[in-house]
């Protein structure tokens, strides 16, 4: 759904709340989190400003001029790419991708409409992505005078053709009836216009207008000649109004007659105050003025800027980025400038958030390393010296995942396999993002944080072109799933929208269109989505014909999309100062369409819907809301507009221009106390620019008066309870013609309402059934207390739901679905682990390695814990406190070593177990082994890395508590094990200079009996086959079995085998104490073999994976499988591992050989690899984490595979210094 500027109908990009994603068309693209006020440079894209334009003014009369317009305003609080040539606002619509980093801007759709209570200004309090991004200045949409914003729509006849499979409307066909309609009155006031052309600037291709919005009469326009053969611009004029847009100055005088100007910054705090940057091709200037453009100064720049950051309070300060990736300050408004730091990433640069950061001149920004990582760096503006730099956190960072955002920092951590993302509260430490365990998301959005919660788009790993909506506790740190499959819309640029729209004066009001049966359906929410519903279509068209249209086989479906243009309304409009109001295009029907739409009203918040227009027209919300203005899609030129005073329900034409018009834009309310606004277009292809201001002051018969307000009460279908409370709001009574007070009230009254079941949502970990209730899901404890938690102190246990954050209830079963307070129970060390601050697993010989300890279960206060580096040197602490700054120790010589930890109280002990290597890195390895095996009896042991590195690779193995690893250079190795019991495997492998440890744990007894399992078919749809997936899924079908079988628990094991379609064998042990003999034992497996076989048959064994997802287990065998013990006879276990091993060795060979001349083979390598990064054993599953394949962070099994591709060319390593703790190393 591609959108040229919101010239054509159903071409508009997602207007409200909406997610933007970066293409990744790199190899090696970067996949990163994304914000709603971090804003990229948009890098000039030449092939885009080619398609339709024409820059030669002496070409044939009938080519039609493809000519961009800019529309600003002065009290912008943004910053902007200096190149942005390519059609696209970032503060209103996406930006296009710049290596691979991508921005979303959530609050674009609460404010849809470009005119507010000061000329554009978007009303204190609002969440207006068009006013709430950074970037200042630039960072409005360019759009051309054919209406498209950089495509080719060809001559006037087709303009608004077909563009992206999205057909026009019919404004064309019904122009003459459309001019007809209305409810004219004889004595209607005529509105007051002027027209006036920019001579002389017909060839200019760009045209940028600013107004500053605030009661002030200048208007400022910069038209520009972009030439395509130099890629430059060659001409530029600006104009200068001080009679809200009557008539206009050239300012070139002022500027300098032979000085050419690329862009035009305001200061956000001072709209007095203007900077104008000139085009570097001819020099680097910078022009000010301090008197809206009266005059300026000119002073040199010794670099070019690229975009622009002021500070939201300061009006002097300001940041700049320039082409060489360098960060400068001003505090003087760019007279003179500062270095900050070097290597820095586009856009990923802040300034300090009030209130939280105590210096007002601090800078947050992302910066690389010489070597090539990533940090995060905060300093002071003026005094960023290396020894003034902070590190907030600990480590390297992934590459544009820095995000500065209200209360919330956001950033991804690199590690091996999937991403890890954190959150900083208030600028406390760094806590992991904790989504559900098995979303696994491949590409994340932060969609907003500004109600107090963090609102997120996840696309999990089962999607591609739908994402799940989740909502965050207070510290943005536990998520819960809002809504599924939500719709996406791809732009232009190629960026793709969420379609997703939060209703401006309405709290916790979403509306979605979500993809359900292979339909696309709209859905609406008025609990922050807690519950969502369709939208119930009109009861009649608009001539008067009954609508037979029946939920839920039939409702009214909305485009939830925005115009590129911000001075044009896009699909869908609200206003805070209009609360209830909602104006959008959209069809009646089954599902969304984009074919016989029309345009819907509704005065009720979404309760009831009426038909306005048959057509898709442009509607904005005059005299702060009070009134409507509609106009025709700017694709056929018009010059009558139409006005509503009672809520569309009736509407007045006035003519605004004796010549039809095409419009490219409108100001709306140039100020508060003037009834101004200018249409920006032009009469033919070959015409000058018009602008045209219009006074509609007169169309108003008085000032209202307290009679011509009325109360209207917010309800969700009769429920007056929203959020938790009864809103009532005061509204002009529809039909008066009258003008608003500045001093009109939203909101009359709040009533807080006695607490419902409605009010609260699922907490994290649970998971809505049918019955309504939250229930745990099936990979969640909920009986596991956090280690902080000591004896004596109390914790608050969940039941399950959590209060919607801003949710105003009180009482009723507040208390019963609030977390209880219990006090804190004394248990055992359970689940430590030891890891290094980086995550790796080796570091340089005299480095300072830094250990952390976790512990997911015990008291951390009264757990003693001891760690052995492995070098003959060991520390002590009496609690896990003093562990948390992390343990640090330097190794005095290289090798491997053995780091043990050990957690002990009262109650017990856990241990683990980290294998260190010194100069030595790490690499990927999977190790495949059965899952029981015959004691004595010589069993094979595999690992296999991906891809092959023949005799280039150490392979180390370590077997039960052994210090001493067994070196070997083949992936094979046989082993007997003497004794009964559980045994651990340890295998480490060293190419180059990387290393990666994986380990099992197996089962060795004298005999076994064991089944083939599999599983009905809708299992495999939720198998995202990793390990931690398929070890809960076993635990669960372990229960399903032991319900059918009194055999004991610990004498079953089930393992799920890797890939799909899913198989598990099943393992019925021997006692440990064999006191009644061998055979008697063998009888007794024999019988419970028998009752579980019969049961499985029966279709007896089934298990629930998730609400309304119920699994039946199936015996795959046909006759019972024999006693496996140490005779001759093999295990059914080991021969299919025999060949699992031999086929898998000979599928990796032949994929990794010829994947890169067979397209299709390599996409299946590609994505058996990663597969085979998530399989890594249970020793680091720490570092097991994902690696999102996203806009928004690294893709890692192309990052992956392009490093190991390198390293294959380079086919040299560092060399690695022998110790006692490697007997050998190979260097490659």
């Known amino acids: 759904m591609g959108t040229g500027a919101g010239f054509c109908p159903g071409l ?41 334009m024409r820059t030669d003014p002496t070409e044939e009369p009938d080519t039609l001029k493809n000519i961009r317009v800019e529309f600003r305003e002065l009290d912008q609080n943004t910053g902007v790419d200096d190149e942005q040539e390519t059609g696209v606002s970032v503060e209103d619509v996406p930006p296009q991708d710049v290596d691979g980093v991508s921005t979303t801007e959530p609050g674009a759709n609460k404010e849809s409409d470009s005119g507010s209570d000061k000329a554009g ?66 004595d209607e006031p005529k509105i007051i216009s002027s027209t006036f052309s920019l001579t002389g600037d017909s060839a200019h291709n760009h045209a940028v207008v600013y107004w500053s919005g605030q009661n002030s009469s200048v208007i400022l326009i910069l038209t520009k000649l972009y030439d395509f053969h130099i890629g430059s611009v060659t001409e530029s004029t600006l104009w200068r109004s001080t009679d809200y847009g009557s008539t206009y100055d050239r300012m070139n005088d002022k500027v300098g007659s032979k000085t050419v100007l690329s862009y035009l910054y305001v200061c956000p705090t001072n709209k007095r105050k203007i900077m104008v940057l000139t085009d570097p091709e001819f020099e680097s200037s910078v022009l000010i003025s301090s008197d809206e453009g009266a005059s300026f100064q000119k002073y040199r720049l010794t670099f070019y800027v690229l975009s622009l950051l ?275 295009t959209g069809n009646i029907g089954a599902e969304l369409s984009y074919n016989n739409v029309g345009m819907f009203i509704s005065s009720d918040a979404g309760n009831s819907w009426r038909q306005i227009f ?16 509609a106009v025709k899609q700017p694709s056929v030129p018009t010059k009558h507009l139409w006005v509503s005073f009672d809520e569309g329900r009736h509407w007045t034409q006035h003519s605004f221009s004796a010549v039809p018009l095409f419009v490219d834009g409108v100001l709306v309310e140039a100020g508060a106390e003037n009834q101004i606004m200018t249409f920006f277009g032009h009469f033919s292809h070959r015409s000058e620019w018009q602008l045209i201001k219009i006074d509609y002051k007169s169309i108003f018969s008085r000032q209202c008066t307290e009679e011509d307000y009325q109360t209207w009460h917010l309800h969700n279908e009769g ?195 980290l294998f260190l290597h010194v100069t030595c890195p790490v690499e990927h390895i999977q190790l495949l082994a059965p899952f029981v095996v015959i004691k004595n009896k010589e069993v094979n042991i595999t690992a296999v890395v991906l891809p092959s590195h023949s005799r280039t690779v150490t392979y180390f193995w370590w077997f039960g508590n052994s210090t001493e690893p067994i070196i070997t250079l083949d992936g094979s190795i046989s082993h007997t094990f003497p004794n009964d019991g559980m045994h651990t495997i340890t295998v480490q492998v060293a ?77 019925l042990l021997p006692h440990k104490n064999q006191s009644e003999g061998k055979k008697k034992s063998e009888e007794v497996l024999e019988q419970v073999s028998d009752v579980i076989v019969t049961a499985l048959n029966q279709n007896l064994v089934e298990f629930e994976l998730k609400p309304g997802v119920r699994v039946i287990v199936y015996n795959t065998q046909l006759t019972l499988a024999p006693l496996v013990d140490s005779s001759p006879r093999h295990s059914s276990s080991a021969m299919l591992m025999l060949l699992s091993v031999v086929f898998l060795g000979l599928a990796v060979f032949l994929i990794y050989k010829f994947k890169r001349k067979i397209p299709w083979i390599n996409i299946y390598a590609e994505v058996n690899q990663e597969k085979e990064q998530e399989m890594i054993g249970s020793v680091g599953q720490g570092d097991s984490t994902p690696k999102i394949t996203l806009s928004e962070f690294s893709a890692s099994k192309e990052l992956m595979e392009k490093e190991l591709d390198a390293r294959i060319k380079r086919g040299v390593g560092n060399p690695c210094e022998s110790t006692r703790e490697i007997p050998n190393c190979t260097s490659v």
């Open 991 to 1067: 190419v180059a200079n990387t290393i990666l440890q994986d380990t099992k744990t197996i089962a060795v007894k004298e005999f076994f009996k064991s089944l083939l399992l599999s599983f009905s078919p809708n299992l495999d749809e939720f198998n995202p086959d990793i390990p931690e997936w398929r070890q809960d899924v076993g635990r669960v079908i372990k229960k399903a079995l032991l319900q059918v079988s009194d055999f004991p628990e610990e004498q079953l094991l089930v393992a799920v085998f890797p890939g799909v379609p899913t198989a598990a064998e099943l393992f």
């Open 12 to 52: 508009h990009l997602s207007l409200g709340i909406w997610v933007m994603i970066a293409v990744h068309t790199l190899q090696n693209a970067q996949a990163e989190i994304t914000c709603a006020s971090c804003t990229v440079p948009v890098q000039l894209h030449q092939e885009e400003l080619q398609l339709g």
């Open 614 to 629: 048959e057509e898709e027209h442009n509607v904005w919300f005059l005299d702060k809301g009070g009134a409507l203005i």
């Open 121 to 186: 200004e978007p009303e204190k309090g609002e969440d207006v992505a068009l006013w709430r991004a950074k970037r200042s200045g630039p960072e409005f949409a360019e759009f051309s005078e054919t209406g498209q914003a950089g495509v080719d729509v060809g001559t006037p006849e087709n303009r608004g053709s077909l563009f992206d499979g999205h057909k026009q409307g019919k404004s064309d066909f019904r122009w003459n009836r459309e001019e007809g309609r209305g409810n004219n009155r004889q």
């Open 719 to 913: 429920e007056p309870c929203v959020m938790g409370q009864k809103q009532i709001y005061m509204k002009r009574r529809p039909g008066n013609y009258c003008m608003l007070g500045k001093d009109y009230s939203r909101i009359l009254s709040a009533e807080s309402c006695i607490c419902r079941a409605h009010d609260f949502e699922c907490d994290y970990g649970y998971e809505r059934r049918g019955d309504g209730n939250c229930r745990p899901a099936f990979w969640f404890n909920p009986s596991t207390v956090s280690r902080s938690c000591s004896q004596g102190q109390n914790y608050f246990n969940s039941t399950g739901y959590r209060k919607v954050v801003l949710n105003n209830c009180t009482k009723g079963v507040k208390e019963m679905y609030t977390a209880r307070k219990q006090q804190c129970p004394n248990r055992p060390p359970k689940g430590l682990l030891v890891t290094t601050k980086d995550g790796k697993l080796t570091t340089n010989l005299g480095s300072n390695v830094t250990f952390l300890v976790h512990l997911d279960e015990g008291d951390s206060i009264r757990t003693n814990i001891q760690l052995d580096f492995g070098d003959g040197t060991a520390v002590s602490y009496s609690n896990l406190s003093w562990t948390e700054e992390g343990i640090k120790h330097v190794y005095k010589s290289a090798g491997i070593f053995r780091v043990t930890a050990l957690a002990e109280n009262t109650l017990g002990y856990d241990t683990t177990t």
């Open 310 to 584: 002021f500070h939201h309070t300061e009006e002097d300060w300001a940041l700049a980025y320039s082409h060489d990736q360098k960060l400068y300050s001003s505090v003087d408004f760019g007279r003179k400038w500062q270095l900050i730091h070097e290597r820095v990433t586009p856009s990923r640069f802040y300034w300090s958030v009030s209130g939280l950061d105590k210096e007002p001149d601090l800078v947050h920004m992302e910066a690389h390393t010489p070597d090539g990582n990533v940090q995060y760096v905060t300093c002071r503006a003026q005094t960023c010296t290396e020894a003034n730099r902070n590190y907030p956190f600990p480590g390297y960072i992934d590459i544009s995942s820095l995000v500065v955002q209200d209360d919330y920092i956001f950033i991804q951590v690199p590690t091996s396999g999937r991403a890890s993302y954190y959150v900083s509260y208030k600028r406390d430490l760094f806590i992991q993002i904790k989504l559900p365990k098995y979303s696994l998301p491949k590409d994340l959005h932060i969609v907003s944080t500004d109600e107090k919660q963090v609102f997120a788009a996840v696309q999990e790993w089962n999607q591609n072109d739908t994402y799940n909506l989740y909502l965050s506790d207070t510290r943005g740190i536990y998520f819960t799933l809002a809504l599924e499959n939500v719709k996406t819309t791809r732009g232009i640029g190629g960026n793709q929208m969420l379609d997703l729209y939060e209703v401006a004066g309405i709290k916790g009001m979403l509306i979605a269109n979500k993809r359900q049966d292979n339909q696309v359906k709209t859905f609406m929410t008025y609990n922050k989505g807690r519950d969502w519903r369709l939208l119930q279509a009109p009861a009649t068209d608009l001539d008067g014909n009954d609508i037979h249209c029946i939920l839920p086989f039939c409702s009214l479906n909305l485009q939830l999309q925005t115009s590129e243009n911000p001075y044009l309304s896009g699909t869908i409009s609200t206003k805070s100062s209009a609360p209830g109001i909602i104006v959008a």
